[in-house]
């Protein structure tokens, strides 16, 4: 496996621990939801965000339930232009474009940038 590929597999794996992350923090906010609702009187309408100490403490954790959980799932998903972008100057692609070259060329074949040599 070349540099990209490793690279690729770590981006993949941080995304994926991100979203592990995100979604224990999910789980634990509807622990405590569920808790909530158990405990709400039958006689009772069950309203998480107007409790007495539940309501900030709901949305902060939901927030932060989010935000990794939208950074992990693009980084395990959708993070193919951000390592394109990262690995443009990786020997054998073209510092310009990104464009994969063959060892004897001397310039891209997209864009004509000549390509400097492999160090």
Not at 29 to 35: Q, R, T
Not at 47 to 61: D, E, F, K, R, V
Not at 91 to 96: I, K, L, M, P, Y
Request: charge should be positive.
């Amino acid at each position: 496996m070349n540099e990209r590929g490793w690279f690729t597999l770590l981006v993949r794996g941080l995304g994926l621990l991100f979203t592990l992350l995100a979604l224990r923090s999910a789980a634990g906010l509807g622990a405590n939801l569920l808790v909530a609702w158990f405990n709400t009187p039958r006689n009772q309408a069950f309203t998480p965000l107007t409790g007495t100490n539940m309501s900030s403490y709901t949305i902060a954790q939901g927030l932060t339930a989010l935000v990794p959980l939208g950074a992990g799932l693009y980084l395990l998903f959708g993070g193919g232009r951000m390592i394109d972008w990262l690995c443009k100057s990786v020997v054998g692609r073209c510092v310009a474009c990104g464009h994969r070259l063959a060892g004897d060329e001397p310039a891209c074949p997209e864009c004509g940038v000549r390509s400097r040599p492999a160090s």
